[in-house]
């Protein structure tokens, strides 16, 4: 028998058909057609694993770009959604886990992970980074976009636990209530969350509600300060 899924599991699934709806936002539509452009200039003629890809809405815009993609994600109900957004045809989508990403190791110059940074745990934010960038090539490129808190925009925070992590209370269209963990980081926090030798070469950009974060995966003998 299969494992339960995690709460975050159990939540994407269950929102699946209606995941989309948060780029639907009128406000957010200038911010997201600019980083749709931005985000396929990153990754132009990079070999990318797509961390938490969900229903594939940047997979898309990735796969116009790169050499090739792997995206995967815990639920095979976004997944379906991905496979049947996304041309086939350099992508290849999988199920799997995004601690775990020793089964995806080998080829890749380049990792994205599209607001799933937010949900990663404050105590294990450093067992995820050193897990991608064990997955992929030294010097190999990872970017992270997330939520910038913006207040009327976004989902107000319910709660906070004892480790700091951040709460929100979602309601789905069927009626269920969900129990969130949304983080909201800011600059200066992802820099020094690299600063100890999981990235070099680390750049920040903000948007009104978006963030993004590059680093470069630390090559051997190289300077392990991440410099802006």
């Known amino acids: 028998m299969p494992p339960d899924p995690s709460p975050m599991q159990a939540y994407y699934a269950a929102r699946a058909e209606e995941y989309d709806k948060v780029y639907e936002k009128p406000e957010r539509q200038s911010d997201l057609r600019l980083i749709e452009r931005w985000l396929a200039a990153v990754l132009s003629g990079k070999t990318v694993l797509e961390i938490a890809c969900g229903t594939g809405y940047w997979t898309r815009f990735i796969a116009t770009a790169a050499s090739s993609v ?18 086939a045809g350099g992508v290849r989508f999988e199920v799997g886990d995004a601690y775990a990403l020793t089964a995806h190791r080998g080829g890749f110059d380049a990792a994205f992970a599209g607001f799933w940074f937010s949900h990663v745990p404050l105590e ?9 960038n064990r997955a992929l090539e030294p010097g190999a490129k990872v970017v992270l976009l997330d939520n910038l808190f913006v207040e009327g925009s976004s989902s107000v925070i319910s709660e906070r636990d004892a480790d700091g992590n951040t709460y929100q209370s979602r309601r789905l269209g069927d009626g269920s209530t969900h129990r969130v963990l949304k983080n909201f980081p800011g600059e200066a926090e992802l820099f020094a969350l690299i600063g100890s030798g999981l990235g070099e070469s680390a750049t920040f950009t903000s948007w009104q509600y978006y963030w993004a974060f590059e680093y470069l995966v630390p090559r051997p003998g190289a300077d392990p300060s991440a410099r802006r």
Request: positive net charge.
């Open 124 to 132: 294990r934010r450093h067992e995820f980074l050193r897990g991608v």
């Open 70 to 87: 792997v995206a995967f994600d815990s639920a095979p109900e976004t997944l379906r959604i991905a496979s049947e957004r996304v041309p």
